[in-house]
């Protein structure tokens, strides 16, 4: 079983900046593929942003230029630099985490950006 938990979500005001962590532990050899996720109030979860164990990265329109994904296999880590916040990004963010074919989620951090 493989657990993933995340961390750093709270309130900040718009132009503001927050970091998230997600880590993962458990019985895994290695993590295809580590991203964010977010679901806002009436929405479908959305995909954020993506890593690769190769390092390539990818991101949702909405947040490209002002999110930055980053993954550290070693540790099983990915985190989210999210600058220049908006009160739109506001949302319950996820991690998830895929192993050998398999998607494990977080419980969600929420992160609230005022105007």
């Known amino acids: 079983q493989v657990q993933v938990v995340e961390s750093g979500g709270g309130l900040v005001q718009a132009g503001g900046s927050l970091r998230l962590s997600c880590a993962a532990s458990?019985?895994?050899?290695?993590?295809?593929?580590m991203s964010w996720y977010r679901q806002a109030p009436g929405k479908q979860r959305e995909l954020v942003a993506i890593a690769s164990s190769g390092g390539t990265t990818n991101y949702a329109d909405s947040v490209k230029g002002r999110f930055t994904i980053s993954r550290d296999n070693a540790r099983n880590t990915v985190d989210l630099q999210m600058n220049t916040l908006e009160p739109e990004d506001t949302a319950v963010y996820y991690c998830?985490?895929?192993?050998?074919?398999?998607?494990?989620w977080g419980q969600g951090t929420q992160v609230t950006v005022s105007s």
């Open positions: 458990g019985r895994m050899s290695s993590i295809a593929v």
């Open positions: 998830k985490v895929v192993v050998w074919g398999i998607a494990y």
